[in-house]
């Protein structure tokens, strides 16, 4: 049962503003095309709703949104394949005072680091993602993923190999000449 002060205290409109970007990060960072982010994050939110009154607050709102977008990553990548891609507006970012090739920079690196996640296998991935990028703590990934927390490490070990693999051989293709 839910404790009376958690009923009253969230409710799925606080939990989409507090946790939206956040969920729309992570299912783009977990395999859902740009396309597709905003219908697969509105599926998590009608998850929250439905099971927002279950919610025991065993681990944070964030941890448990993580794995509901987990959850739902996975089931679309496993219909994905029968879906094309179809170019749509992106979420706007945010305005900042940098000059425009520093942005530009910014925008490459992040879109080599999606390129170098989409490599790693779910497991990584999820942990990856959440310990690097979301900068949760090892317990809440181990939580989040539902693994044994030195699972949780074995995973993230292997995964920032194969990223620092992948991003000197993307640098390397980068240096060599035409």
Not at 90 to 98: G, I, T
Request: charged share 30%.
């Amino acid at each position: 049962m839910v404790p009376a002060l958690l009923t009253t205290a969230i409710d799925t409109a606080g939990v989409f503003a507090e946790h939206g970007a956040y969920a729309w990060r992570v299912l783009r960072r977990l395999g859902v095309r740009e396309s597709d982010v905003e219908d697969v994050c509105q599926e998590v939110f009608l998850i929250v709703h439905r099971k927002l009154p279950e919610f025991q607050g065993r681990s944070s709102v964030r941890t448990w949104v993580y794995g509901i977008c987990v959850r739902a990553a996975s089931d679309y990548r496993k219909r994905a394949s029968h879906r094309k891609e179809t170019v749509t507006d992106s979420p706007p970012e945010l305005a900042s005072a940098s000059d425009p090739h520093g942005e530009a920079a910014g925008r490459q690196a992040r879109a080599m680091l999606d390129r170098i996640v989409d490599e790693l296998d779910e497991d990584k991935r999820a942990v990856f993602v959440l310990y690097e990028i979301e900068e949760l703590t090892m317990n809440d990934v181990a939580t989040a993923v539902g693994c044994p927390l030195q699972t949780a490490y074995s995973r993230l070990h292997a995964a920032r190999s194969i990223v620092e693999k992948a991003a000197a051989r993307l640098a390397a293709e980068r240096r060599a000449p035409p």
